[in-house]
């Protein structure tokens, strides 16, 4: 009776999964989000991770198309943990790419160099053009990155941030940043901050 009842449950939340799909297919996603999250309450109740990540991947992927781009960087980062937990890499490494690509959308690309050079890591050797991407995309972030604090202090055309741009030429650290020669972090430099001169 048990198995049965699973199983009847197991393909309830499946049928749920199922049209949440397909709402995402006729361009709704609110209505897809709805049957997403039933999904995923089915499969938490049912200790399915596997089943759990589809849910916070296709949830994720429901609310980055209603705009709730933080909302959906949150369900993201859910599916980069079960995915890490399964242990299976093809799947950690695709919830890495969608993850770092939603960090590139906001702006964040710190944090998508970080989660761009995951998903490579994580891929198999066989899959060469698909590391090449990676490792592509890893580094235009990092450019970005790089750029904004470069960017801002040459739009803020202060005494100080002009000195440290200069000071930065000779040393050429990986990133830009207000003091010489700052510690390295692993999502690269902070951007300074475009204060008014003191006088």
């Known amino acids: 009776k ?7 449950r197991a393909e309830a939340g499946m049928a749920s999964h199922r049209l949440g799909n397909i709402y995402e297919a006729v361009g709704d996603p609110e209505v897809a989000a709805m049957y997403h999250k039933g999904y995923l309450d089915r499969c938490k109740r049912d200790k399915d991770n596997v089943g759990m990540g589809k849910a ?3 949830l ?3 609310q980055q198309s209603e705009g709730k781009l933080e909302e959906a960087a949150e369900n993201y980062k859910e599916f980069v943990n079960i995915a890490e937990t399964v242990g299976d890499k093809a799947v950690y490494s695709q919830a890495c790419a969608s993850l770092a690509n939603l960090f590139n959308m906001l702006g964040d690309y710190g944090n998508a160099v970080e989660y761009y050079k ?5 891929m198999t050797t066989d899959d060469k053009e698909r590391v090449e991407l990676m490792n592509i995309a890893q580094a235009i972030a ?3 990155h790089h750029l ?3 960017s801002t202090a040459i739009l803020c055309n202060t005494a100080k941030l002009t000195a440290a741009l200069v000071e930065w030429k000779d040393y050429r650290d990986d990133g830009f940043v207000e003091s010489s020669r700052p510690p390295s972090t ?3 430099a902070a951007t300074p901050s475009c204060e008014p001169e003191k006088k």
């Open 60 to 62: 994720a992927r429901c």
């Open 148 to 150: 904004a604090s470069y």
């Open 142 to 144: 990092q450019t970005h």
């Open 118 to 122: 995951k998903a490579a890591e994580s």
């Open 56 to 58: 916070y991947e296709a």
């Open 2 to 8: 048990q198995w049965y009842q699973r199983r009847v």
């Open 186 to 188: 692993a999502s690269g």
